[in-house]
């Protein structure tokens, strides 16, 4: 099992960037792939970006391919979401998961850790 935290969320103007933070305790953070999903008012939960556990290959939902950039510090036990050229159709509740398993999936019942979720609003 693995306790994540989310931080970094907050209220920007289109155009702005944000980065988000999820700093992960308990069990061994390298060895989880890892994920950020967001949720819209009214919209069901969705896959944002996803990077596996080794190698740091990296996957992206087609609306934010080009802005958004998923990374992680193993030495820091933290994933980041580097969010660029921000919409207003991004403002969403963003979640981080992580998965005892090597490649990131965009499928969220895959997931069993799960964060409390950091507010992103987005001001056209």
């Known amino acids: 099992q693995v306790q994540l935290v989310e931080s970094g969320g907050g209220l920007v103007q289109a155009g702005d960037s944000l980065r988000l933070s999820c700093a992960a305790s308990g069990r061994t953070f390298s060895g989880y792939a890892m994920g950020w999903f967001r949720q819209a008012p009214g919209k069901e939960r969705e896959f944002v970006a996803g990077i596996n556990w080794s190698y740091g290959r990296t996957y992206y939902a087609d609306s934010v391919k080009g802005r958004f950039t998923i990374s992680r510090d193993n030495t820091k036990n933290t994933v980041y979401l580097q969010m660029n050229s921000l919409q207003h159709e991004d403002t969403a509740v963003y979640y981080c998961?992580?998965?005892?398993?090597?490649?990131?999936?965009?499928?969220?019942?895959?997931?069993?850790?799960w964060g409390q979720g950091t507010q992103v609003t987005v001001s056209s």
């Open positions: 998961a992580a998965d005892l398993s090597y490649r990131a999936s965009p499928d969220e019942r895959t997931y069993r850790n």
